[in-house]
């Protein structure tokens, strides 16, 4: 069965750092597409990141670029979201998401529990 578990999520000042672990069962994660998304009170769902190692393929939101960067552990089945120079604006729960295929994303089929950051002084 396709689960995904997202963990990492902390309270941090600004200018601080996380990483954000999903790990994978029941597939391959480099075989997927991979992602993370993340909303916070009275917003919309706001794609955060994503990845295909197949394919090679990157994508950042504008307003994490050069901030966040997304990889993965293929010996760990598990992807990760690293995140510098937190703002609080980046305060959300965050989601790891996976589907098939990159191509109809954010079609997404598969979706973690979620995980809390809270960026504040």
């Known amino acids: 069965q396709v689960q995904l578990v997202e963990s990492g999520g902390d309270s941090v000042q600004p200018g601080g750092s996380l990483r954000l672990s999903c790990a994978a069962s029941?597939?391959?994660?480099?075989?997927?597409?991979v992602g993370w998304f993340r909303q916070a009170p009275g917003k919309e769902r706001e794609g955060v990141a994503r990845?295909?190692?197949?394919?090679?393929?990157?994508y950042y939101a504008d307003s994490v670029k050069g901030r966040f960067t997304i990889s993965q552990d293929n010996a760990k089945n598990t992807a990760y979201l690293q995140m510098n120079s937190l703002k609080p604006e980046d305060t959300a729960m965050y989601y790891c998401?996976?589907?098939?295929?990159?191509?109809?994303?954010?079609?997404?089929?598969?979706w973690g529990q979620g995980t809390q950051v809270t960026v504040s002084s």
């Open positions: 029941g597939f391959t994660l480099d075989r997927w597409c």
């Open positions: 998401a996976a589907d098939p295929s990159c191509i109809t994303w954010p079609r997404i089929h598969y």
């Open positions: 990845l295909s190692t197949r394919r090679g393929s990157t």
